[in-house]
């Protein structure tokens, strides 16, 4: 059982680039989650998923798009990156009243 | 979603018992108190979640007076693994369907040798 994982764990990008960060959990839960947490600070809701098929928006979710075809798997991607996105993404998911939280992905946006 | 207030940082030793307090003032009738961890380059970790009274888990213990409007986190006899920042998140406690965790700074354990 390996919980939630990302993928990948670093990635440096050029402004204007596109990527997409992949998170998996093996739990079977329905909630799944995306997060940023900036140098210092909390972590801010970007987007989340209800179940399969579903997506909505969170606090910050201006220039990321998601996706859950699969149950299983939630994508981040960036359509075109700015040095604004440059933090450290978490993904989670649901079980009860506990997230359970990834090892995070490191983006640097230059 | 309640506002919560925690120190920012705090040191101790390895052996002793830190407290970890936050206030809620705002604290709604339905909402729970839960606390996560978060080491560096870790995601956070759910460590305990309460309603009122005390709680106990083999981490910590957590203890809400009567007008829940604050609420202590004590962790025993810290080890230096214990470094780390722990969020106090107050919120409905959602069994089912979606949980919103909104995230402060934090409050930073620095524990030394």
């Known amino acids: 059982n390996a919980g939630v994982t990302q993928t990948p764990k670093f990635r440096v990008l050029k402004t204007g680039q596109s990527m997409t960060l992949l998170c998996a959990q093996d739990?079977?839960?329905?909630?799944m989650y995306w997060y940023r947490q900036d140098p210092g600070m909390g972590l801010r809701l970007i987007h989340y998923?209800?179940?399969?098929?579903?997506?909505a928006k969170g606090e910050v979710p201006d220039g990321y798009n998601v996706s859950r075809l699969k149950k299983q798997n939630f994508l981040l991607g960036l359509e075109s990156a700015a040095p604004s996105q440059t933090s450290v993404y978490f993904c989670?998911?649901?079980?009860?009243?506990?997230?359970?939280f990834g090892p995070g992905t490191r983006l640097t946006v230059t | 979603l309640a506002k919560t207030t925690q120190p920012i940082s705090m040191d101790s030793y390895e052996g002793q018992e830190v407290n970890i307090t936050c206030s809620h003032n705002n604290i709604a009738t339905n909402d729970y108190i839960t606390w996560y961890q978060q080491f560096p380059s870790q995601g956070p970790r759910f460590i305990i979640q309460?309603?009122?009274t005390k709680v106990t888990n083999e981490v910590a213990s957590l203890f809400i007076p009567a007008d829940r409007k604050s609420s202590t986190l004590s962790l025993p006899r810290v080890s230096l693994s214990d470094t780390a920042v722990y969020y106090c998140l107050v919120g409905p406690f959602m069994n089912t369907g979606f949980q919103k965790l909104v995230f402060g700074t934090g409050t930073r354990l620095l524990v030394s040798p």
């Open positions: 989670a998911s649901k079980e009860g009243g506990e997230q359970y």
């Open positions: 309460g309603y009122k």
């Open positions: 739990m079977n839960h329905e909630y």
């Open positions: 998923s209800v179940g399969e098929g579903t997506t």
